[in-house]
């Protein structure tokens, strides 16, 4: 069965850490228990829904926005002082894009 959630939400995430806990335990005690019944029940998680599990551990290790810096950038480009370095953007661009 494949399980598909375009919404993740923090409490769908925080449900599937604690079913996984409670699969861990089961399956613990179960292998102590020989009359156990070998077929499991399993739930897959659908690509899209791995990709957006990953985006939100991204996410969640992203830094904040560093508010004074945004401030003094803004206001130099409003003052015209901020000059773009042309040269290291295009190599940060051509690096990113594994191209260097």
């Known amino acids: 069965m494949k399980i598909e959630n375009n919404n993740i ?11 996984n806990q409670v699969e861990k335990q089961y399956s613990a005690s179960s292998s102590n228990n020989t009359s156990a019944v070998s077929n499991k029940d399993k739930a897959e998680l659908s690509d899209n829904a791995k990709l957006l599990s990953k985006a939100r551990v991204a996410l969640n290790e992203t830094p904040e926005v560093d508010q004074a810096k ?15 370095p042309y040269q290291d953007l295009a190599d940060k661009m051509y690096a990113k894009l594994g191209l260097k």
């Open 70 to 84: 945004v401030d003094d950038l803004k206001a130099k480009i409003q003052k015209g002082e901020y000059n773009i």
């Open 9 to 19: 939400s923090n409490a769908n995430f925080n449900k599937t850490e604690a079913t």
